[in-house]
């Protein structure tokens, strides 16, 4: 059996940032409560990780304790929930992947100047409910592939795509628009890290008869590269841990290829490979 493991898989650049920023405010907290805004990153593992080392996760603001330290996702968060933190005497370590502030501060320039932002994304996903808050009144729409522009009101529109949206999507959405504004701005705003971590797995998925992606089930990068892989293979596996393989689940394979989202750690990619071979 062969096993070829993306050359890119797991951590991203900014996954890889934010966890060492967590890591050095826990080294030096003294005693001052660290808390995280939701999850810092989309993997259980590494959340429940950073919860031992003393990270307290809440979902909502109001359980932020005054002038505690607060660590905002690599997703980003809106401009008037860092207010309301500010309020609250909190200091603030941001670790909002540079990649996002990118989309940010394009959705505030351009919503401003009076174009339409049109956002492919997930409407759920913190990083998108981020986004949102940058536009100016309600110069901003979240939409999907499928989306129908029939009743839209626009002479000139920007269109961006979160982050870890997939090229073929946002390449759908860009022809789909043309013809129908009279001003049409594209700004490719998917993260390096995505582009070539979907460019390995369609890659990757042609050569092999399973593949295997691995990343929290929350993790909106990894969804797609297992959407991805659908297309080009037909075995294809989302699991979080080596825990979920067995012996039934790659039986017949003769080629697995294996690849990871950005918030997957190198240490659960070797064991998901060390359970395939043994
Ligand atoms: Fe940043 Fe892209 Fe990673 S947006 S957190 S480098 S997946």
Known sequence: ????????????FGVKRAIEMVEETLKNYEGNRVYSLGEIIHNPQVVERLKRRGLIVVRDIEDVEENSTVIISAHGRSEED????????????????????????????MSSEGYLVILLGDREHPEVKGLVSFANGENIRVVNTNEDFSGLEADKVAVLAQTTQNREDFNLLINSLLGKFKEIRVFDTICDATKIRQEEAIKLAQEVDLMIVIGGRNSANTKRLYELSTRYCKRVLHIETEKEID????????????????????????????????
């Open 1 to 12: 059996m062969e096993i070829k493991v993306a050359k890119n898989a797991g951590y991203c």
């Open 82 to 109: 860092i207010a309301r933190l500010k309020k609250k005497g909190c200091k603030i370590v941001n670790a909002t992947c540079p990649y996002v502030r990118l989309p940010q501060s394009i959705i505030k320039k």
């Open 247 to 278: 012996r039934s689940i790659i039986s017949g394979a003769e080629r697995i290829g294996i690849t990871a989202g950005a918030s997957t750690p190198n240490d659960i990619i070797k064991a998901v490979v060390e359970r395939i071979r043994c």
